[in-house]
């Protein structure tokens, strides 16, 4: 067993643009704000460095609202990149955005490319022994499909699980906390979805702590979650939490702000 679904050498985020007020959001709870969102990255960018990772931050990009949540853009696995293309009209433009940047930094980009394949990489979990996709309102058979055929040569096995209804990602709900053990919500994981795994359940109430990442040695977890970072600590975990009250006004979490990886030439 290895470890390199959760250490990584590189990541790449976007910093928050203006536009962000006009996130897609399933419910409407208040406007983020702009300068709080920006201090709350600021705080995830220094975590993600404080692990020894070299992170590439990139501009805002104001035609796209959503487009500081780029883990929906791409795949990033150790053999090469995948290219997702996302379910949402508002954000399609978003993975070719991010294209180039991968480019620049693996040895092999490939992209999902059927028009009626649509995936996010928020619906993706990558653990030691497989790859993990929901399918969900942003997800569909197609994209999975073509997934599977992109990464089979590399030797992965895909497996289709079901996001549950009316939660946006499969990993709204779920994250990979080591090469064994996953942190999930319960009405996810009643869905067996993560037999075989060791679960670490969310409590009640604090479904929305479930979108942590382990990126090397911490667990970032989104702040004011309490109950749910004990069991993290009593765990053995190393949890550093980061604000996340505007980025959850438009639906995203720990996992959305970043793609991490460790590339090859
Ligand atoms: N606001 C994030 C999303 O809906 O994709």
New binding site residues.
């Given amino acids: 067993m290895t470890d390199r679904s959760f250490r990584f050498t590189h990541a790449i985020s976007r910093r928050p643009s203006a536009s962000i007020t006009d996130?897609?959001?399933?419910v409407d709870v208040g406007t983020p704000d702009l300068a709080l969102f920006q201090t709350h990255h600021a705080q995830y960018i220094e975590a993600l460095r404080d692990t020894g990772a070299e992170v590439t931050l990139l501009d805002p990009l104001e035609p796209y609202?959503?487009a500081v949540?780029v883990e929906?853009t791409a795949l990033c696995l150790p053999e090469g990149a995948i290219i997702m293309r996302?379910g949402?009209p508002s954000?399609l433009g978003e993975a070719a955005e991010m294209a180039p940047h991968l480019r620049a930094l693996y040895g092999e980009v490939r992209e999902i490319t059927g028009t009626e394949s649509y995936i996010?990489g928020?619906d993706i979990l990558t653990t030691e022994r497989e790859i993990l996709v929901g399918r969900s309102a942003?997800t569909n058979a197609a994209g999975i499909a073509e997934l599977r055929a992109r990464v089979a040569d590399w030797g992965y096995s895909v497996r289709e699980v079901i996001t549950p209804k009316g939660v946006?990602?499969f990993k709204t709900d779920c994250s990979l906390l080591d090469a064994t053990t996953v942190l999930a919500t319960e009405r996810l994981a009643a869905s067996g979805c993560f037999d075989g795994y060791q679960v670490i359940h969310t409590t009640e109430g604090e479904e929305a702590a479930a979108n942590t990442i382990r990126f090397n040695d911490l667990v970032l977890m989104p702040a004011g979650f309490a109950a749910t970072r004990e069991r993290l600590v009593n765990a053995g975990y190393t949890v550093r939490e980061i604000g996340n009250s505007e980025a959850a006004k438009?639906?995203?979490g720990m996992s959305?702000l970043s793609l991490r990886f460790t590339p090859t030439r």
């Fill in positions: 996130g897609l959001r399933a609202p959503d949540f929906d996302p949402a954000r996010e928020g942003r946006l990602h438009v639906d995203g959305c």
